[in-house]
């Protein structure tokens, strides 16, 4: 099984703010990576896929890199709207999520 | 645009088996492939397995034994079975399909349903 390891687990951030959340696979997954948003309450929402494509719809400040074992996405200005969590899911060989990354209002 | 809806009994005893469907609506169940994930109170999210439109199936080596998943294209529903559960088992149960003209199982969701609570006690 791949294991996917998020950090950090929660991160305290203000408007305006460039935050970056990093994802580091067991073993090589290429770009088979995607990113998600969830809100409390409400089913998660794709943000990225195969580690650096914008889903459609989802803002330009949100970006993603990586290949191999480690990704990272970054929110170039923090939107009130971006309070959440955020999930990776590699898609390499089936589907496993990382732990989550809980972006809080500092 | 393609809707997802899980629908089944909010409370499971333990050892009793969970019985959930998603129901897909706005578009056809035919030709893809759709999955359940769940997600324990407070925790992260967990793939349980996918079902592809002509029945073939798979599921999380952790649960294998004890998931079945199968599909009704004539109701264009699918469905989640979980036998003998356990508190553990307690979590929101999410239906989602996998990206149009993807990989197939091996890829990732664009459209997941509102989700479920399940509740194992008895």
């Known amino acids: 099984d791949i294991q996917m390891t998020q950090s950090p687990s929660t991160l305290s951030a203000s408007v305006g703010d460039s935050v970056t959340i990093t994802c580091r696979a067991s073993q090589s997954i290429r770009s088979y990576l995607a990113w998600y948003q969830q809100k409390p309450g409400k089913a998660p929402k794709v943000l990225i896929y195969k580690a650096s494509n914008l889903e459609r719809g989802v803002p330009s400040r949100f970006s993603g890199s990586g290949s191999g074992t480690e990704f990272t996405l970054t929110i170039s200005s923090l939107q009130p709207d971006d309070f959440a969590t955020y999930y990776c899911q590699q898609y390499s060989s089936f589907v496993t999520f990382g732990g989550g990354t809980k972006v809080g209002i500092k | 645009q393609v809707q997802l809806q899980e629908s089944g009994p909010g409370l499971v005893k333990p050892s009793e088996t969970l019985s959930l469907t998603c129901t897909v609506s706005?578009?056809?169940?035919?030709?893809?492939?759709w999955s359940w994930i769940r997600q324990p109170p407070g925790k992260g999210l967990e793939w349980i397995g996918y079902v592809y439109y002509s029945g073939s199936t798979n599921s999380n080596p952790s649960l294998k034994s004890r998931v079945t998943i199968s599909v009704d294209t004539s109701k264009n529903q699918f469905a989640l079975e979980l036998r003998s559960v356990t508190a553990e088992d307690s979590a929101v149960y999410y239906c989602?399909?996998?990206?149009?003209?993807?990989?197939?199982?091996?890829?990732?969701?664009?459209?997941w349903g509102t989700g479920t609570t399940v509740t194992v006690s008895s």
């Open positions: 989602a399909r996998y990206v149009p003209g993807g990989r197939d199982y091996n890829d990732y969701m664009d459209v």
């Open positions: 706005g578009g056809s169940i035919s030709y893809d492939y």
